[in-house]
T-cell receptor
Framework: AQKVTQAQTEISVVEKEDVTLDCVYE???????LFWYKQPPSGELVFLIR??????QNEISGRYSWNFQKSTSSFNFTITASQVVDSAVYFC????????????FGTGTKLQVIP | ETGVTQTPRHLVMGMTNKKSLKCEQH?????MYWYKQSAKKPLELMFV???????ENNSVPSRFSPECPNSSHLFLHLHTLQPEDSALYLC??????????????FGPGTRLTVL
């Protein structure tokens, strides 16, 4: 069975601070996929990144960066120089490889960026 | 045009009403999904369709009835709902349900209130 834990329920930071959102996952599969989504107050989940289990390279996209570490089963997400527009709920998700497998979502971390 | 659209965005209905939620994807995808998002609970997968065939029916009460007439449209027919069914209903689509093409893209959701 798959499990995704986002231990941080809510985080508040002041604008321009850096913030890291933690994600710890559990799976017995050797092939799996990890995702991050952003859900602003409007409700739509916006896809941010997908990473497969064979690619441990960290990724940077503008102010966003992701740190994937198989040794600790973590896939953490860092926002550098946070902005008010980053305020949202962020979800980490996991899908096992192979044929059809449903995606397991974490419970989300609500980020509030204070101006 | 927005990738995944959902109508209506807000719906208030009584327990004896019958209504339908509509989802349309403009991404040329083959798979579509319904999720339920309740306050303080993880995202719950309800139904999955691949090429108009139902792939998953996740122990959802029969008062929710999905319909997928083609790969671009997905409906969720509602009847005799309960107040605990009040939630945000999210539709998503992906190229396929497995392998490397299963990244899900979400619509804005329908906020349902059952009185």
């Amino acid at each position: 069975a798959q499990k995704v834990t986002q231990a941080q329920t809510e985080i508040s930071v002041v604008e321009k601070e850096d913030v890291t959102l933690d994600c710890v996952y559990e799976t017995r599969d050797t092939t799996y996929y990890l995702f991050w989504y952003k859900q602003p107050p409007s409700g739509e989940l916006v896809f941010l990144i997908r990473r497969n289990s064979f690619d441990e390279q960290n990724e940077i996209s503008g102010r966003y960066s992701w740190n994937f570490q198989k040794s600790t089963s973590s896939f953490n997400f860092t926002i550098t120089a946070s902005q008010v527009v980053d305020s949202a709920v962020y979800f980490c998700a996991l899908r096992a490889g192979g044929g059809y497998q449903k995606v397991t979502f974490g419970t989300g971390t609500k980020l509030q960026v204070i101006p | 045009e927005t990738g995944v659209t959902q109508t209506p965005r807000h719906l208030v209905m009584g327990m004896t009403n019958k209504k339908s939620l509509k989802c349309e994807q403009h991404l040329g995808h083959n798979a579509m999904y319904w999720y339920k998002q309740s306050a303080k609970k993880p995202l719950e997968l309800m139904f999955v369709y691949s090429l108009e065939e139902r792939v998953e029916n996740n122990s959802v009460p029969s008062r929710f009835s999905p319909e997928c007439p083609n790969s671009s449209h997905l409906f969720l027919h509602l009847h005799t709902l309960q107040p605990e069914d009040s939630a945000l209903y999210l539709c998503a689509s992906s190229q396929d349900v497995a392998g490397g093409a299963d990244t899900q893209y979400f619509g804005p959701g329908t906020r349902l209130t059952v009185l």
